[in-house]
């Protein structure tokens, strides 16, 4: 029997962002559900089939983890069988 799936919760400051990133970008429901679904089974990307980073330099607290969804990037912490959902946003050309 297979173990049962991570709990996938937002804080605030997650909920702020995506609040204020859904008007212009109606698309964000659906990759945020997306999202949910994805990290909800396998936040560690242990298969390899998600496009998810574990990022470098980045404490506890701050988004250890990066999930890819079109041009929205998630980035969350796994603490136990909890995903926290941190910081939303959108990857803009000139991001980088």
Known sequence: MEAAGY?????AHFDRLLKKLAPKHPDIVER????????????????HTYPIKKLTN??????????RSGRFRFRYDVVGREVVLLYCGLRREDTY
């Open 7 to 11: 709990s996938v919760v937002t804080t």
């Open 32 to 47: 945020f559900e997306e999202a949910i679904g994805i990290l909800s089974l396998d936040p560690h990307n242990k298969s």
């Open 58 to 67: 980045v404490p506890a607290g701050e988004g250890q983890c990066r999930l």
